[in-house]
């Protein structure tokens, strides 16, 4: 078997369930509040970049990409409860990726 299709596909499988533990993380955090379309895009694009990183330094959340969605980044798009719960989740997230 090529070797370099064995590689290509770890990693694919890799990125696949980094994708699903983030998609968890998030999980209850979008059942609980109602997000508008804005904060959706917002919440897809640390999924993406979370999901390529493998964790995500929170002062990125108040830097491009985060603040093409408001000047202000996270603190712009969400209200402080639902800004300290995404925060609270990229901790424990980032924890466990680390750990």
């Known amino acids: 078997m090529d070797r ?5 596909s770890f990693i ?19 059942n609980k509040y109602k997000l508008n379309s804005v904060q959706i895009k917002f919440l897809d694009t640390i999924k993406k970049f979370q ?8 002062t990125k959340l108040y830097d ?6 408001h000047s202000m980044g996270l603190d ?11 925060i609270g989740i990229l ?3 980032n924890e466990r990726e680390i750990g």
């Open 64 to 69: 491009t990409p985060f603040r093409n969605y």
């Open 51 to 58: 999901s390529s990183n493998g964790k995500i330094e929170l």
């Open 4 to 8: 370099n299709f064995e590689l290509d």
């Open 76 to 86: 712009g798009v969400f209200k402080p409860e639902q800004a300290n719960a995404i």
């Open 91 to 93: 901790k424990e997230f």
């Open 12 to 30: 694919i499988s890799l990125i696949g369930s980094r994708a699903e533990k983030v998609d968890e993380a998030f999980a209850d955090f979008i």
